[in-house]
């Protein structure tokens, strides 16, 4: 997870989603050590409900990382919006209070044992919805309708 955490790090964190440098980083760091770790851990220590969520999540973003990093075409387009989401959504204030802060509530109200074991699903399903629905506003706004694509 380190190197997870290492990629969010710097002066400007965002910015590496706007070069093909970065955006190698990312799928490099997530496909082969972030997922494999996850799987993991949940293999060896996690109980059998938490080993067929983490199983349902990971698969998903799995598929979603291998989709968006192994598609030429698909990375391109990104990259030819990925400036204006860097600079106009993510790196804002609005962005991090809006967006950020109300999914992080969500994961803060698992940690802090606020929600009981079998809505720990929903909760995370619900703050990630609530993040992305927020971000795909921001982006539409202030990239217009080709970056929500």
Known sequence: MNKMV????GKDPTAIIASEAGLNRICKTIKD???KCL???FKKCGTPLHREISDLIIDQVDFRINRFCS???RRSTFLT???????????????KSNCNNKFLSRVNQIETAKVNVDEIHATLCCGYNIW????TSMVTNQCGAKGQE
């Open 6 to 9: 290492e990629l969010g790090k």
């Open 71 to 73: 598609d030429k075409e």
């Open 81 to 95: 919006q990925s400036p204006c989401f860097h600079a106009k959504v993510f790196s804002t204030h609005e962005h």
């Open 132 to 135: 992305d629905n927020c971000t």
């Open 39 to 41: 799987k993991n851990y």
């Open 33 to 35: 050590d972030t997922l």
